[in-house]
């Protein structure tokens, strides 16, 4: 059978996990046969993906992410080297607590940098950038840069990844220096002009 996504051959990929056309599958990856994982995704070495996960298009996991139950991930989320996911908010060895997982939503073009921790039950915003090391317990806005433990919100972010001249509140307008494009801040929210 040929497949039309690069597998390598140390990478397990049980029987009926979905995988996107030119996905790529790096060295010792195991993904579980409830996976969906959309087109042009690529998951380093060592990358573990449960059976309840949504990988959106074009996403990046890099090198020693687990992407564990009730994560998802919209199209062109970024997970940094090492970064880490939660299901379970308070775990016990000796608890079976797998009946309370809590959904984690990383929405599109957001990104998670090298070592963070993302604490189930959040929502990632659009765009938004969590920096490296970061320990993130609540949801994160659109475009909010957060760096800290715990994250704590320090700036705003273009969708080209550029930090805005914005105050954290109140009101303004940045254009990215990049693309040109125009954000406007208004009552706590920042969006494309």
């Known amino acids: 059978m040929s497949l039309n996504y690069f597998k390598h051959d140390s990478a397990i990929v049980d029987d009926g996990a979905q995988i996107g056309v030119d996905s790529r599958i790096w060295h010792f990856v195991h993904v579980c046969s409830g996976a969906k994982i959309g087109k042009g995704v690529s998951l380093g070495q060592n990358v573990f993906v449960g059976n ?5 298009d074009h996403c990046k996991v890099q090198n020693n992410v687990s992407v564990y139950d009730n994560v998802y991930l919209d199209e062109g989320v970024f997970c940094g080297p090492s970064m ?3 299901n379970v908010y308070n775990p016990r060895s000796l608890i079976e607590r797998k009946d309370e997982y809590k959904d ?4 599109k073009g957001a990104s998670l940098g090298a070592n963070c921790t993302i604490v189930c039950g959040v929502t990632i915003g659009a765009y938004a950038f969590v920096g490296a090391g ?3 317990n609540k949801d994160v806005p659109d475009y909010a840069l957060v760096v800290g ?3 704590r919100h320090v700036g705003w972010m273009s969708e080209y990844g550029e930090q805005l001249e914005l105050p954290l509140k ?3 307008s940045a254009v990215c220096s990049h693309t040109g494009v125009v954000y406007t801040l208004k009552d706590g929210c920042l969006i494309k002009s």
């Open 149 to 151: 433990v715990p994250a």
């Open 104 to 107: 984690t939503v990383v929405k």
């Open 170 to 172: 109140g009101e303004g």
């Open 84 to 86: 880490v996911f939660t």
């Open 52 to 56: 309840k996960v949504v990988i959106g």
């Open 134 to 136: 970061a320990v993130v």
